[in-house]
């Protein structure tokens, strides 16, 4: 499977952004999706995963201002952002699971990853 996110951009603060992730290759054999962020000097963090059911995680920071969906169809994994604050500038990055996940926010969980779209949120 390769990952091809898109999307990124700067933008002030309040404003919104969509990410998108094309996915290409055995993707039938992925079983969950997600987005991770890494700011300059920290650690990535999980911001947002949905699983082959639909089940849907978010961490706190972003919960009811971001939205994880996926178009099968499309095999593209979608991330909208809502309300974006200065904190929410980041390299964000789609990644793919072939198998059942428990923390589904943990990046070690995923087993390939997209080379990432960068988001800055001005103030």
């Known amino acids: 499977v390769q990952l091809v996110e898109s999307g990124g951009g700067t933008v002030q603060a309040g404003g919104s952004l969509r990410l998108s992730c094309a996915a290409s290759?055995?993707?039938?054999?992925?079983?969950?999706m997600g987005w991770f962020r890494q700011a300059p000097g920290k650690e990535r963090e999980g911001v947002s995963a949905?699983?082959?059911?639909?089940?849907?995680s978010y961490a706190d920071s972003v919960k009811g201002r971001f939205a994880i969906s996926k178009d099968n169809a499309k095999n593209t994994l979608y991330l909208e952002m809502y309300r974006l604050k200065p904190e929410d500038t980041a390299m964000y990055y789609c990644?793919?699971?072939?198998?059942?996940?428990?923390?589904?926010?943990?990046?070690?969980?995923?087993?390939?990853w997209g080379q990432g779209t960068q988001v800055t949120v001005s103030s």
């Open positions: 990644a793919a699971a072939f198998r059942a996940v428990s923390r589904p926010l943990q990046a070690t969980e995923y087993n390939v």
């Open positions: 290759g055995y993707t039938s054999t992925t079983y969950c």
């Open positions: 949905i699983d082959s059911d639909g089940s849907t």
